[in-house]
């Protein structure tokens, strides 16, 4: 009864309130920006590695000194390994790519059509076209952005230009081919669906001068971070010198980055949360001096220190618990609904907040973390309940007598 006394707002206290107003929209907006940041911080990793890991094999195996000509027999015996879901051989190579809008690079793979239609990322990813007929067609699979950069559409052809293509008396002849479109994916990760290319093995094998072999293995595990048990099997199953690449070799880059900067954005709102928390501390010393003769009163009329500390406690506390919670509520809000928020905040200030053609995804991914989420609310409790810690003792320490003197 005393702590919700307190914490009322009186005009003689307005001032005290005030500060404890502000403390609670601090812990609040503190607790739910932490929430919301890590929430889409988790869907950005998450959606990023699984567009990652369904475009590209989780583990890679190259040829470590002669040319990879069986790799018929090493698919075959990859596939058969436990653990593995999908072993396809793959040539890589890159071309210039022309339509009727523009030129632009791009990376061409050779892949069979049996591979292609168990390839995760393209798997209910196909907007126009079909898969079915692509080895004997000798068409072009393309993203959905290329298509739209180049003015391209579904049956339309598209001109490969290849640097080393043709050796003549004259020297090595650029390589000029057409084919038409069959099939545009997309994937929702602007970086593939503009810059990628699927043509049948064979004719890859032909356009790049490599009739006969492929330039590498992908292989896709059940167990994606669970890759370095498999190397050792994946060696013994290629029965020839090979060299074996995992995912986070070859991003090592992003899954750094995203690692380090998901640690510091934590640490950093983390002082939002602080910075409201030394506002309870302020608005408490202010209560303790403000209320000095009424805890002195409380004293000789027989109350205990402890009483005293418990009421300060739960005022203090009350600010952090209600804040913390109400921030919880504000967060989890903002992350279910991310994408009707974007949507209007798009119409307000009519411009695009977020340009795939800038960053990897098309829209803003929020993952909530369950235990990520109880981590944020303990810490901001936890935070609450210390800074009113040493207010409430002081109050409790206070000497009846020296607060009556003068009364």
């Known amino acids: 009864m005393l702590a919700c006394r307190y914490l009322g707002s009186r005009r003689k206290e307005s001032f005290i309130s005030f500060i404890s107003v502000i403390s609670f929209i601090g812990i609040m907006l503190g607790v739910a920006t932490l929430i919301i940041v890590m929430a889409v911080m988790n869907g950005f990793r998450t959606e990023l590695l699984n567009r990652i ?14 040319e990879m000509t ?7 015996r990859f596939e058969i390994l436990e653990s593995v879901i999908l072993a396809l051989p ?12 523009g030129s632009t690079g791009a990376i061409v793979r050779g892949i069979f059509e049996v591979d292609l239609k168990r390839l995760p990322a393209l798997h209910g990813n196909i907007n126009q076209g079909s898969l079915d007929g692509f080895d004997r067609n000798a068409g072009a699979v393309i993203g959905v952005r290329m298509a739209e950069k180049m003015g391209l559409t579904l049956g339309e052809n598209i001109k490969l230009i290849n640097p080393q293509g043709d050796i003549t008396a004259f ?41 006969g072999k492929t330039d590498l293995v992908e292989v896709f595990v059940e167990n994606p971070d669970d890759t370095n048990t498999m190397r050792r099997a994946l060696e013994v199953a ?3 010198p090979v060299y074996i690449s995992d995912w986070r070799q070859k991003n090592i880059g992003i899954v750094s980055a995203l690692e380090v900067e998901r640690n510091v954005m934590f640490l950093i709102l983390t002082l939002i949360i602080l910075i409201a928390a030394l506002n309870i501390v302020s608005g408490l010393f202010m209560l303790v001096k403000d209320k000095g003769r009424d805890i002195a009163v409380l004293r000789t009329m027989g109350m205990s220190r402890g009483s005293i500390m418990r009421v300060f406690l739960i005022t203090g506390s009350s600010i952090g618990i209600l804040g913390t919670f109400s921030g919880v509520c504000l967060g989890t809000f903002f992350c279910l609904n991310i994408k009707g928020i974007q949507n209007f905040v798009h119409s307000i200030t009519e411009e695009n907040i977020w340009d795939p053609t800038v960053r990897f995804l098309s829209e803003i991914p929020a993952r909530l973390d369950i235990w990520e989420t109880m981590t944020v609310v303990f810490m901001a409790l936890g935070l609450s309940l210390l ?3 040493f207010p409430a003792w002081r109050a409790a320490r206070l000497d009846p007598v020296e607060a009556l003197r003068y009364e």
């Open 53 to 66: 890991l369904g475009m590209n094999g989780h583990m890679v195996v190259q040829p470590a000194h002669t």
């Open 70 to 76: 069986d790799y018929e027999a090493i698919d075959t």
């Open 90 to 101: 793959l040539i890589e190579g890159q071309a210039l790519v022309s339509g009727r809008q």
């Open 171 to 211: 020297g090595i002849m650029p390589r000029v081919k057409y084919y038409p479109i069959v099939a545009i994916f997309e994937m929702g990760m602007s970086e593939y669906d503009s810059s990628i290319i699927f043509l049948p093995m064979n004719e890859v094998q032909w356009y790049f001068n490599k009739e």
């Open 238 to 240: 290629a029965r020839r």
């Open 387 to 389: 800074a009113t810690l």
